[in-house]
């Protein structure tokens, strides 16, 4: 599927390699990261305080949650020009585009929602009352669970996708930043910044099935705070980043311990694959960079310099 | 002898049937405000109790995916009133935990009524470093940071800016020579010493005659790479700035100042909290709003995780390793097993911006680097936790 994905974008667009997107939070702009060279090859204004971001999946829609405009903006990627905004609710954080690349859900950080937003009709499609502080989006493979963490709230919402009703609310160590599905959808895997712990529940019975503890030699315990995570694309590690303990945790999917930690950035936040899977770029906050890690060896092959304060990542895979 | 106000403020209109109700108590002892020279800056009424109010909308949230109902009772005592009375009408009513803002006379006497030996206080008001000290309580936690951890925070800023030549002024108030004091000892703990120190002498009105007095003031004072002043109720210090016989930057008191919050605050997520407080209260939210934030989050959180109210579960829980509170400051918060004080990291402000947040970079501790501000197990005088 990607291959015939792959293919339509060839034809439509004049851009030349895969690109990984960056947000700079305090910079209000996104960098254009060049996955062969390793270079910005552009940076494009934003609305205020951009942070998630992520592709349409035909990549021809950018979507960035600029939280202080109190906008999801809609950006052409081949241009970086701002189409439109959504209607988004108050202080958009983070968000999760459904499987059917219709629906947007959106965590809204002051209301204590998550607005349901139908990128064709630009209409709010539900708002769902959650914790305090909403922030990590997961939705299920097939697009019939979403789940909300609410970070003062210390829960996880599991939401119905079609009554858009909550369904079940599970607790997490302080401070859940973000939610993930594995990619067969049998777990969700909730990390607590302040708790220290990456959760993984069954997705099945909402049970949890284990927890995941961090320790770095010569690193103190209080400063290993996971927050963004992904799965490696053979499914079987995912990288957890520790945001100031500036590493990632290389964790086995399978029995939940971690097998590595590899030194990135500072303060480091969330991640995205090159869209061929060879490397796994990090945003590092403090630091103003993106550390890039070779998947094969797990090893950090460059640092690139994008704006101030990197927040959200998302891959566009282009012609080649 | 009659209750300032008395209000219910519940978390939910409804709660179902099932939901298990928990009270806390906000029980404040108003003071007269002490006479300053700018009548402009006041303290809000609202002082804690905002905080407090906040906190409780934030936590009945979380107790209504719960099914936990928690309410709010605020009892504030007019300066007239004699607050042991209300406080002691209080517990007879039921109140078990306690988030008090009140002088340290007052909190000791409540701490030590006989009623109270069951029910757990938590000073948000009173940070006289003794309170964690020679005078603790066994049922007295503090999230309010003591003089000491502050005046530590900002000798750490010294110490890392190599800054090593200082010199002080006092003003004529207890609070100034406790401060002074604090000030004094944690120089000594990092390292460093006082150059030179004078008292605050004048009662002129500054707001007139700093310029002309202050440079005269300042001269004689030795070589110095920054001025510290103590001034804790903010009378004359905020005259010195610009008025001082070298251009020397201000701390302390005044100046870039140490504190357990601010409105400045903004990283790890506080501008959350911050636009939440300002929504909700119509100002910014301070040190002693923040104290009694978290000390209501933490009782919330303290239930959740010990899966019970009562107040020895929740002060074995908030003081065990096991505690890690969110309070938007970058670490986990927990309470001290040997004094009662809640470990955080302390912001050095100026009006503007968060200059550092301490502990600094560098300064290590065998357990927790937290625990480089204030008393330390190994020197604490509080016997009362059994330490």
């Known amino acids: ?19 990984i997107w960056v947000t700079n939070e305090a910079d209000d702009t996104v960098s254009v990261i060049d996955v062969e060279t390793l270079e910005v090859t552009h940076t494009y204004p934003t609305g205020e305080r951009p942070r998630g971001v992520t592709f349409s999946r035909d990549f021809k829609r950018l979507y960035i949650c600029a939280s202080d405009s109190d906008a999801v903006q809609v950006m052409d990627p081949d241009t970086g020009e701002i189409l439109h905004d959504l209607p988004s609710g108050e202080d958009p954080e983070q968000f999760v585009i459904a499987p059917d690349d219709r629906l947007l859900y959106i965590a809204n950080e002051n209301d204590a929602v998550t607005t349901v937003v139908d990128t064709q009709s630009r209409k709010v499609v539900a708002q769902i009352d959650v914790g305090i502080e909403p922030e990590g989006m997961g939705i299920s493979p097939d697009g019939k669970v979403q789940v909300t963490t609410s970070e003062t ?51 099945a019975t909402q049970m949890e099935k284990g927890k995941i503890t961090f ?81 094969a060896t797990l090893a950090p092959v460059a640092t690139i310099k994008v704006g101030r304060f990197p927040w959200g990542a998302a891959a566009r895979p282009t012609a080649n | 002898m009659k209750l300032l106000a008395t209000a219910a403020a519940l978390g939910l209109a409804c709660a179902s049937a099932q939901a298990e109700a928990l009270r806390l108590d906000w029980i404040e002892r108003q003071v007269v405000p002490p006479p300053v020279l700018s009548n402009l800056q006041g303290d809000p009424d609202d002082l804690g109790l905002a905080g407090a109010r906040l906190s409780l909308k934030d936590i009945a949230k979380t107790g209504k995916f719960l099914g936990i109902d928690w309410a709010l009772q605020e009892t504030v005592v007019p300066p007239e009133a004699d607050f042991l009375e209300v406080a002691k009408a209080a517990l007879a009513d039921g109140a078990q935990i306690l988030i008090t803002r009140a002088p340290a006379k007052d909190l000791l006497a409540l701490a030590d009524l006989p009623q109270a030996q069951g029910a757990l206080i938590l000073n948000t008001g009173a940070d006289e470093t003794r309170l964690r000290g020679a005078d603790c309580r066994a049922n007295v936690l503090h999230t309010l940071p003591s003089v000491a951890m502050r005046t530590d925070a900002l000798a750490q800023l010294l110490v890392a800016k190599r800054w090593t030549d200082l010199a002080l002024i006092s003003g004529p108030q207890p609070e100034d020579a406790a401060y002074a004091e604090a000030l004094k000892a944690s120089l000594t703990k ?33 070589k110095h790479d920054i001025l510290l002043v103590a001034d804790e109720r ?20 005044e100046g870039l100042v140490p504190r357990g919050w601010s409105g400045v605050v903004e990283q790890n997520g506080a501008a959350q909290l911050q636009d939440r407080f300002r929504a909700a209260i119509g100002r910014e939210m301070r040190a002693e709003d923040y104290a009694a934030w978290v000390a209501v989050a933490a009782i919330s959180d303290a239930r959740t995780r010990a899966g019970s109210a009562t107040p020895e579960a929740l002060r074995a829980y908030l003081t065990s390793e096991k505690a890690r509170i969110a309070g938007f400051l970058g670490r986990p918060l927990s309470f001290r097993p040997w004094d009662g004080q809640m470990r955080q990291p302390i912001p050095l402000v100026t009006e503007r911006a968060v200059i550092a947040l301490a502990p600094l970079e560098g300064f290590l501790h065998a357990h927790n680097e937290l625990d480089t501000l204030g008393p330390d197990r190994p020197e604490t005088l509080c016997t009362a936790f059994g330490g």
Do not use: C
């Open chain 1, 1 to 19: 599927m990607l291959r015939a994905l792959l293919l339509t974008t060839l034809l439509a667009s004049p851009a030349l390699a895969d690109e």
């Open chain 1, 153 to 203: 709230t210390n829960m996880a919402h599991w939401i119905d996708t079609a009554t858009h009703e909550i369904t079940a609310n599970t607790l997490v160590d302080a401070r859940p930043r973000h939610a993930e599905f594995s990619p067969d959808g049998g777990e969700l895997w909730v990390s607590s910044e302040i708790g220290g712990t990456v959760t993984i529940f069954d997705t």
């Open chain 2, 234 to 253: 903010g009378d004359f210090a905020r005259y010195l700035p610009y008025n001082t016989w070298l251009p020397r930057p201000i701390a302390g008191s």
């Open chain 2, 190 to 222: 990092f390292g460093l010493a006082l150059s030179g120190e004078k008292d605050w002498p004048l009662t002129a009105d500054m707001r007139r005659s700093g310029a002309a007095e202050v440079p005269l003031f300042t001269q004689d004072l030795p």
């Open chain 1, 215 to 295: 320790g770095i030699p010569g690193i103190r315990p209080e400063k290993l705070q996971p927050v963004g995570m992904h799965f490696s694309p053979d499914h079987t590690k995912v990288f957890v980043a520790l945001g100031p303990a500036n590493h990632l945790a290389v964790v086995d999917a399978a029995s939940f311990s971690v097998e590595e930690y590899i030194l990135v950035g500072r303060r480091v936040w969330h991640m995205a694959l090159s869209p061929d899977e060879t490397l796994l770029f990090t945003t590092n906050g403090v630091s103003g960079d993106v550390t890039a890690i070779d998947v």
